[in-house]
């Protein structure tokens, strides 16, 4: 399973943008995925846990109510949707994936992408 994310850059505080996460190698909705975000100097940190087209969806308490996790199978991809930015949503941010519900947990899946910079800056 090979995940390519994109869709980061510079963007200002209040404001939007869409994170992709392409899969090749598996399908989007037989794996339980994630999207996990790695502040400078900071470490990796959940961002949602979901699994694609089941209904199964975990924000955390950081994004809940701004950050949605969406899919589109036909295209085999997930997407970030990132809304009301603030600053400290600055991170390098990952898409992953694993066979197991129980690694998505962890935070130990078998597949992550290369990642994508998102930059909240005025």
């Known amino acids: 399973v090979h995940l390519v994310e994109s869709g980061g850059g510079l963007v200002q505080p209040r404001g939007s943008l869409r994170l992709s996460c392409v899969m090749s190698?598996?399908?989007?909705?037989?794996?339980?995925m994630m999207w996990a975000r790695q502040p400078p100097g900071k470490g990796r940190e959940r961002v949602a846990s979901?699994?694609?087209?089941?209904?199964?969806?975990y924000y955390a308490d950081a994004v809940k109510g701004r950050f949605t996790v969406s899919h589109d199978a036909a295209k085999n991809t997930v997407y970030l949707q990132v809304d009301s930015v603030i600053p400290e949503d600055t991170a390098m941010y990952f898409c992953?994936?694993?066979?197991?519900?129980?690694?998505?947990?962890?935070?130990?899946?078998?597949?992550w992408g290369q990642g994508t910079q998102v930059t909240v800056s005025s």
């Open positions: 992953a994936a694993d066979e197991e519900w129980s690694a998505i947990g962890s935070m130990t899946p078998r597949y």
């Open positions: 190698g598996g399908e989007v909705g037989s794996l339980f």
């Open positions: 979901f699994w694609p087209g089941h209904g199964r969806i």
